[in-house]
């Protein structure tokens, strides 16, 4: 089946750094990626849907300078949290699919802005 | 982003039981879909609806698309303590707005043994 994974799967920096996630396709290639935060006992919120190269579409209220998203090529796309602070603290998770199917969604990572 | 109204929210059964829970929408979909999400883990779909009326199980598992096509049930029949976790149901117009998904505020299963 399709797998979508997710590097790292935790991370904890400090505040005012910057973090880099990695959401992978790994045995297929997806035309759009997501990717959604989930605070704690709460739902998945969208934050920003990219297609492959072109720039993102972010959802209302999600800072575009502050979570920076790429999406390269059809297998990786990356989200970069920018000066990180504590309230960015949650679970984001991506997922991929291919034209308008299915959606694959990763593991997740754990992010921890101390 | 817009919320489906699932409920309940939690739900604390004894192992054996049947569980049910439901969502609500007050726009209609052509798809609705209910994950399962394990703690410190990303969703995983269980079962895919695609036509009003339809009627769909997987095991232990059975959903029904509403008839208005507004709502969706999900139950679980004989539980068991590996049934713990987070369930989401999502509705999905496809065909528009980039077949996005609209989640569920999801409904945490506790089983005891």
């Known amino acids: 089946g399709a797998v979508v994974s997710q590097h790292p799967s935790w991370v904890i920096c400090k505040s005012g750094t910057s973090v880099k996630i990695e959401c992978r396709s790994l045995?297929?290639?997806?035309?759009?990626m997501f990717w959604y935060r989930q605070f704690p006992k709460q739902s998945l919120m969208l934050m920003a849907t990219?297609?492959?190269?072109?720039?993102?579409?972010?959802e209302q209220g999600v800072e575009k300078d502050k979570f920076l998203i790429n999406h390269a090529s059809l297998t990786l796309s990356t989200l970069t949290v920018t000066s990180a602070h504590p309230e960015d603290s949650s679970f984001y998770i991506c997922?991929?699919?291919?034209?308008?199917?299915?959606?694959?969604f990763g593991p997740g990572t754990r992010l921890t802005v101390t | 982003g817009q919320q489906l109204n699932q409920s309940p929210q939690s739900m604390f059964i004894q192992e054996g039981e049947d569980v049910s829970m439901n969502c609500t929408s007050s726009?209609?979909?052509?798809?609705w879909l209910w994950y399962k999400q394990e703690p410190g883990e990303g969703p995983v779909l269980l079962i895919a609806?695609?036509?009003?009326?339809e009627l769909t199980s997987n095991g232990r598992l059975t959903a029904q698309f509403g008839i208005t096509r507004k709502d969706s049930f999900l139950n679980i029949s004989a539980s068991i303590p590996s049934d713990v976790g987070i369930y989401f149901c999502?509705?999905?117009?496809?065909?528009?707005?980039?077949?996005?998904?609209?989640f569920g505020g999801g409904t945490r299963l506790m089983v005891k043994p």
């Open positions: 609806l695609y036509k009003a009326g």
């Open positions: 726009s209609i979909f052509n798809t």
């Open positions: 999502a509705g999905q117009m496809m065909g528009t707005a980039g077949n996005m998904l609209t």
């Open positions: 990219s297609n492959e190269g072109s720039k993102a579409t972010y």
């Open positions: 045995d297929f290639q997806a035309t759009t």
């Open positions: 997922s991929a699919r291919v034209a308008l199917g299915e959606q694959y």
